[in-house]
């Protein structure tokens, strides 16, 4: 601009060729002049980068009339620098500055400072630049010569955006905060019922060992040994919660039998006999009621079927006989031999060892057994030394897990 030459009306503003009366509009830009103004925020700060000293105060001088808050530097590191100190809500920078171009100081705004507005500035005969800059996270394209309503127009559209972009940030965290806050409380609610389902196994396998007194704690003895001969097989987590519960139930028919015939010092009649094992259907039909001991309940009704038949009541074989089942018959041979009976004291765990091993095949499952002996024999004593320990059933099947300690039985 000359020095005598009086200084045009805002929108007809020339800097370095850059405000004119000819419009050369970007298509956000066309857009926005159909629609009313929208009004800019007084306490929006603009930072202007250009290395041309009077580009950059002419620019702000017509953004300041505005109401924008306008800084400006000349260099691409200088912007950093300021940025650092003084936050921006907005900047418009030239594509063509010397050193530190504004493709890479929009690469290191959207690094540092996501939330910052960026509109580029390039010429006429460089579209394609600012449209490699929108790609690259430039929020609009300014061509020059530039107009000032439309560097206006385009700065309000680009705040706008980030001001809704910011909203949906905030109602995301507030959304994520309010399902962490419903996630707690649905797991409070979950070790609430977990725990009636403890509570309602403990009840029940109270009932079971006050109505059988002669065999206390052999339920919670069989449920451990099974435990570990599953774990030996490498079954899963359910599948342990599954065997564990059956097996602590597995008796529970026997409510339902006359004291004549649970408690008889005595050899059973053959009518008493077929009478007693009715208790796993009469079990399983009790159990199978309940919907978290479901799956269990096959465990229940399938406890005295043998691998080659020869079990009641259906006489399965083989693999017709559930995994848990199959395992149970294994561990409840174990405690049965060496645990006191009315007929018998206990035995040794050498007997119990030498009769699994010699009807490995025949009643009970090799692949079972083989899991069985794979364990220390350490392992099985350890167990049946805690039959005097508290009767409560292992706090861990509430949550699944299969790790125990001894003591919890």
Known sequence: MA???????????????????????????????AQAPIKPSPTA????????????????LVLSEADFDCKTVLSGAEALRLLEKDNRDAIVCDLNLPGMNGMELLAEVRRRSPQVAFLV????DDVRAGILAMKSGADDYLVKPLQSEMVIASLNRALQKKRLEQEVEGYRLHLEEMVAERTQQIAAALKLVERSYEDTLEALGAAIDLRDAATEGHSRRVCRFALEIAKAMGLSETQHKTIAMGAYLHDIGKLALPDGILLKPGPLT???????????????????????????????????????????????????????????????????ITSDRPYRSALPFEVAFRIIHTESGRLYDPQ?????FSLPKETWP????????????PSWLRSGGVAVPLASF
């Open 3 to 33: 020095p005598n030459e009086v200084c045009p009306p805002a929108g007809k503003l020339e800097i370095r060729g850059m405000l004119t009366t000819d419009k050369v509009l970007t298509p956000a830009a066309e857009a926005l002049t």
């Open 45 to 60: 700060r603009v930072l202007i980068v250009d290395d041309e000293p009077a580009a950059c105060k002419l620019l702000a």
């Open 121 to 124: 500035a390039t010429g006429l």
């Open 270 to 336: 053959l009518e008493e006999r077929l009478f007693m094992q009715q208790h796993v259907q009469t079990g399983y039909d009790l159990v199978k009621q309940i919907p978290f001991l479901a799956d269990a309940s096959e465990l229940v009704r399938t406890h005295h079927e043998r691998y080659d038949g020869s079990g009641y009541l259906r006489g399965l074989k083989a693999e017709q006989i559930p995994i848990g089942a199959r395992i149970f018959g294994v561990a409840d041979t174990l405690d049965a």
């Open 368 to 372: 079972v057994t083989a899991a069985f």
């Open 382 to 393: 350890a167990i049946a030394g805690m039959r005097h320990q508290a009767a409560s059933l």
